[in-house]
């Protein structure tokens, strides 16, 4: 299958020189959810806005739906809808109307019941009459998307859905992007919220100094990458680690009560039932044992330290 959008060694350099994309390439299938992970200045806006033909590669192709950003601009990005980090809408015009002269823009034929579905979906079609300054933040997002919906573009672009909106208000978000998904639109999205990218993508690509450092199935990611942790707790504090227990990397806590075991999610043998042998036969007394497994943000954090 072709997918939607194909980015082939896309090198961006802004005119001071500074080189914020390096060598990208990533392919993105239609109907799925990849969200771009990374860090303040990764390159995430920079990239989305090149793909919308918004900044002007350096050198590489970018198709989308086939066609070629640059040598066939209108009918690429007529199959893409961008939402943008900044709210940038004219305060005193009503919700309806906004959303109707965004479709204008690209040329499409009026189609004022497809806007009333558009805001229906996005849970603002009783403000459809409010002028866009009486509404929250968080309703002025959801104007925002339904406006880059306006032409009914087959892949949306959201850049930080979320920056700055509350914990409640973000979950609605998540469901709006549910939904939009299941009306088979390919949804890419920026976030620094690693439990965003957690929670709803089916993909994850991590971005750290304009470079991918990785696109993965967030499922296979997590395990593959995952480790667990054994958690043990003493009756008793050590000060050291005795020596018959030296092989297994275990960590100690400051006060000596805890000692920590890490171990991969894929491995054939994982070392507990050993461990747990030599514990008992160094004489040590455990309280407590418990289990934890590393979230996508212990592997986030990890990689981009690896990288710096
Ligand atoms: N017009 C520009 N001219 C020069 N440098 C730029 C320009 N736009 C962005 N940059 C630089 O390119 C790098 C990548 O910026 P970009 O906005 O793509 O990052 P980002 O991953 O989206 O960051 P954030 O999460 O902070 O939005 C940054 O170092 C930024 O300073």
């Not at 590393?294 to 981009?304: A, K, N």
Request: with cysteine; proline share 3%.
């Amino acid at each position: 299958m072709q997918a939607i959008v194909s980015v082939q060694n896309l090198r961006k350099a802004y005119a001071g020189g500074f080189v914020a994309l390096k060598d990208v390439s990533l392919d993105i299938e239609e109907g799925e959810i990849l969200a771009l992970l990374g860090p303040n200045g990764a390159g995430k806006t920079t990239l989305i806005s090149t793909i919308c033909g918004i900044t002007v590669p350096s050198s590489g192709s970018i198709t989308v739906g086939g066609h070629d950003t640059q040598t066939d601009f209108r009918a690429a990005r007529e199959l893409i809808g961008l939402v943008p980090q900044e709210i940038n809408l004219e305060p005193f015009e009503t919700v309806f109307n906004t959303v109707r002269f965004s479709r204008g823009l690209f040329g499409k034929p009026r189609n004022d019941a497809l806007v009333e579905d558009i805001l229906k979906q996005l849970s603002l079609y009783d403000k459809k009459d409010s002028k866009v300054m009486t509404l929250s933040g968080g309703m002025k997002r959801r104007v925002l998307i339904a406006k880059a919906l306006s032409h009914e573009p087959r892949v949306l672009f959201l850049d930080e859905p979320t920056a700055g909106v509350d914990v409640e208000l973000r979950k609605d978000m998540w469901d709006v992007v549910a939904t939009l998904k299941a009306s088979g639109v390919t949804i890419i999205l920026t976030t620094h919220y690693i439990e965003e990218a957690e929670a709803i993508a089916d993909r994850v690509g991590v971005i750290s100094k304009g470079e991918i450092l990785l696109v993965q199935d967030k499922a296979d990611l997590m395990t593959q990458m995952g480790q667990k942790q054994l958690e043990i707790t003493l009756s008793e504090a050590v000060t050291q680690i005795p020596q018959s227990l030296q092989s297994y990397g275990l960590d100690r806590s400051e006060d000596g009560l805890q000692l920590t075991y890490s171990y991969e999610t894929t491995g054939e043998r994982t070392g507990i039932t050993a461990l747990l042998n030599d514990l008992q036969a160094s004489g040590l007394q455990m309280k407590d044992i418990q289990t934890r497994q590393s979230s996508l943000e212990d592997i986030f954090v990890g990689m981009v330290k690896e990288q710096a």
